[in-house]
């Protein structure tokens, strides 16, 4: 059987008996309490947790609108369900509208099991839808507590091309506050070139599902600003693509390494290709070493290698030619002498 507690108000021992009997007869173990003033109701209440509160239209210090109205003040959402012998249908719907969840007749309890039955189940889906949404505003939180505090610029856009999202950075991009962007075209924000080519990117995520990545620049201030931007589809129950979710991050530096890297190595490849090489046989004479050069004639070894290389000449004497040039000053021969 069930376990179920019951706040009875009711100033009829017999009528209170009733309706347990009938919860019993439909499957349940009732715990219950019979309470008769506001008093008494404010102390069950701080006590107890209840899982549904049945209450008779009038009782001679209390009645069920005074007992559904304190209900409500305390915050509790504990099922209400209003029984009497005299209630006009005028008054039970102005009790319905006022939140009471149910009202039976008394020569009707039958129904009663079933009619607690079904507002404990719809109490229990109001529960998880509550918990659904705490935990949807907690993550919400969390998420725009770290969007806030990214450099990153992180944005929204819907299909209509409308911001539904800026981040603090993102708006700095374009020194604005994220007031003054949220609910604007996307393409107010760009030159015309840009903006066409954004929407380009944004049309293919929603067509195809499909994460992308691109870089453009953006001229803010007289300034050149790159960005990469990783665009993400976001979607709904139902699986289908409602808004792109981007993350733009400012490469500038990067590119600006970029272009310089590859104006050094242009540099590079264009020195190498003035740097003169010899290689290959050179025809060179056995006596003279004279070199024949392209033209068929002979020349000396140094201008041969000035002609084909930027090498350049400065002469001298070798200690091996010295004395055969200036045998006069050979340092050998003149100990010879001294001897």
Known sequence: ?????????????SDADLMVRQLKKGGYDVDFERIESEDEMKEALDLLSWDVIISDYKLPQFNAPAALAFLQQSGLDIPFIVISG?????????????????????DRLARLAPAVQRELDEAQVRRERRQAELALRESEERYRTLSEAAHDMIFIIDKDDNVEYVNTSGAGLFHRQPDQIIGKKRSMLFVSDTADEQLRWLQNVFATGNANYGEMTIEQAGQRIWLGTWLVPMRDEANRVTAVMGVSRDITN?????????????????????????????????????????????QQVEGYIQTHSDATFTHGVCPECFPKLYPEYDPSKQKEKSD
Not at 1 to 13: F, N, P
Not at 86 to 106: N, P, R, S
Request: hydrophobic share 40%.
């Open 1 to 13: 059987m069930k376990m179920l507690r019951v706040l009875i108000i009711e100033d009829s021992e």
């Open 86 to 106: 005299t209630i006009g249908e005028e008054t039970a719907v102005e009790l319905m509208k006022a939140g009471a969840h149910d009202y039976l007749m008394k």
């Open 254 to 298: 990067q590119k600006w390494l970029e272009e310089d890297k590859q104006k050094l190595l242009t540099k590079l490849q264009d020195a190498l290709t003035q740097v003169k090489t010899l290689s290959g046989l050179l025809p060179i004479c056995s006596v003279c070493k004279r070199i024949r050069d392209d033209n068929g004639y002979w």
